[in-house]
């Protein structure tokens, strides 16, 4: 919501309530993205998409081994669950790595604009 949107309610110093009447509400879809390793060249960006159409024959023949399954989230091992599997593991030093890349690139002076 910006201020021309919206200009009769703007508050006395001119910023946008917080708050919107239910008629004003905005919906947005957004759609989520990965970003991946690719190739070890750089990065790649890939758009997720809903699948549930495409799997909706497995997902209704699929059969139940156990009633409920304790699940542990964490950084260093991502997910354990009470039945001892471990799922991620070296998550935390694999977003590190990651995260050394993505800040070398954000370091690079043609990322920076001019102040």
């Given at each position: 919501m910006t201020?021309?949107?919206?200009?009769s309610r703007l508050l006395p110093d001119g910023q946008v309530p917080t708050t919107r009447p239910p008629q004003a509400r905005l919906v947005?879809?957004?759609?989520?993205?990965q970003i991946v390793p690719d190739s070890g060249t750089g990065?790649?960006?890939r758009l997720m998409t809903d699948?549930?159409?495409?799997?909706?024959e497995s997902r209704a023949r699929y059969e139940l081994k156990c009633d409920r399954v304790g699940?542990?989230?964490?950084?260093?091992?991502l997910i354990a669950t009470d039945r001892g599997d471990l799922m991620g593991r070296g998550f935390l030093e694999a977003m590190r790595r990651l995260d050394r890349q993505l800040v070398g690139i954000a370091r690079h002076p043609r990322w920076r604009q001019a102040a």
């Open positions: 201020p021309t949107e919206h200009k947005l879809q957004a759609f989520p993205i990065f790649g960006v699948m549930s159409e495409q799997f909706a699940v542990d989230f964490g950084v260093s091992t």
